[in-house]
C-alpha cells in the first residue's frame, strides 16, 4: 500500500496568513493526487486534483504542486471559512489512501 | 444540480448485516466509476472500495479491511450504488460517504453504529 505522509498534523494561523501543507507519498504516485477540505459534520470537497489543477469553483487562493513523492498545497490568504481540516489522498494505486489531515486553526 | 445522497445507515448489533444505498440525480450513473468510503468517529478518512462502470470494465475492488464481508453493486437503472455490509464488527462504526468517480464528489454521508 502506499502511505502518505502529511504534515503538519495541525496549525494555527491567522487570517490573511499564508499556509503551506505538504503531503509524501511513500512511492511514486506522478500526479495522481487530491486535496480535500472538510469542515466539522461534513463531507470532503475536492479542491485540488491532479497535484495542481484546481477544482471548477475553487478560489484561486488555493493551489497545489508537486509531483511524484513530494506534494505541496497552499492557501495563500486565509479567508474565514478556510479554517478546516484538509487531506491529501492518491489515486494512483488501489488502495486509494489518504494522508491523516491537517487541522488548521485559528490563531 | 448533481447530488448523491446516501441512506440506510443506523444502529447495528456486531454480526449483523446493513445494506447502505446512495442514490444520484443529475447525472447518469451508468457513465462513472461510483466509490465508498468512511470515516471513523474523530478519524481521517478511509477508502472502503468502488465499483467501476461498465466502460471501465465493470469490475469492483476493496480495502482489504473490509474484503469478503462488504460488497458494492449497483443498479444503474434506477440511478443508485449499494454497499451491502456483512459480519460487522465495533470498528466499522463510521460515517460512511459514497462518491463520483474515483472521490470527486460526495454525498452528505450516513452513520452506521456496530455495537451491542
Known amino acids: 500500500d502506499i502511505q502518505m505522509t502529511q504534515s503538519p498534523s495541525s496549525l494555527s494561523a491567522s487570517v490573511g496568513d499564508r499556509v503551506t501543507i505538504t503531503c509524501q507519498a511513500s512511492?511514486?504516485?506522478?500526479?495522481?493526487l487530491n486535496w480535500f477540505q472538510q469542515k466539522p459534520g461534513k463531507a470532503p470537497t475536492l479542491l485540488i486534483y491532479?497535484?495542481?489543477n484546481l477544482e471548477t469553483g475553487v478560489p484561486s487562493r488555493f493551489s497545489g504542486s508537486g509531483s511524484g513523492t513530494d506534494f505541496t498545497f497552499t492557501i495563500s490568504s486565509l479567508h474565514p471559512e478556510d479554517f478546516a481540516t484538509y487531506y491529501c489522498?492518491?489515486?494512483?494505486?488501489?488502495?486509494?489512501?489518504f494522508g491523516g489531515g491537517t487541522k488548521v486553526e485559528i490563531k | 444540480e448533481v447530488n448523491l445522497v446516501e441512506s440506510g445507515g443506523g444502529l447495528v448489533q456486531p454480526g449483523q448485516s446493513l445494506r447502505l444505498s446512495c442514490t444520484v440525480s443529475?447525472?447518469?450513473?451508468?457513465?462513472?466509476?461510483m466509490s465508498w468510503f468512511r470515516q471513523a468517529p474523530g478519524k481521517g478518512l478511509e477508502w472502503v472500495g468502488f465499483?467501476?462502470?461498465?466502460?471501465?470494465?465493470?469490475?469492483?475492488d476493496y480495502a482489504a479491511s473490509v474484503k469478503g464481508r462488504f460488497t458494492i453493486s449497483r443498479d444503474d437503472s434506477k440511478s443508485i450504488a449499494y454497499l451491502q455490509m456483512t459480519s460487522l464488527k465495533s470498528e466499522d462504526t463510521a460515517v460512511y460517504y459514497c462518491?463520483?468517480?474515483?472521490?470527486?464528489?460526495w454525498g452528505q454521508g450516513t452513520l452506521v453504529i456496530v455495537s451491542s
Open positions: 465499483t467501476k462502470n461498465k466502460a471501465s470494465g465493470g469490475t469492483t
Open positions: 491532479g497535484a495542481s
Open positions: 443529475g447525472f447518469t450513473l451508468s457513465d462513472y466509476v
Open positions: 512511492q511514486d504516485i506522478s500526479y495522481y
Open positions: 462518491a463520483r468517480g474515483y472521490s470527486s464528489l
Open positions: 489522498q492518491q489515486y494512483q494505486n488501489v488502495p486509494l489512501t
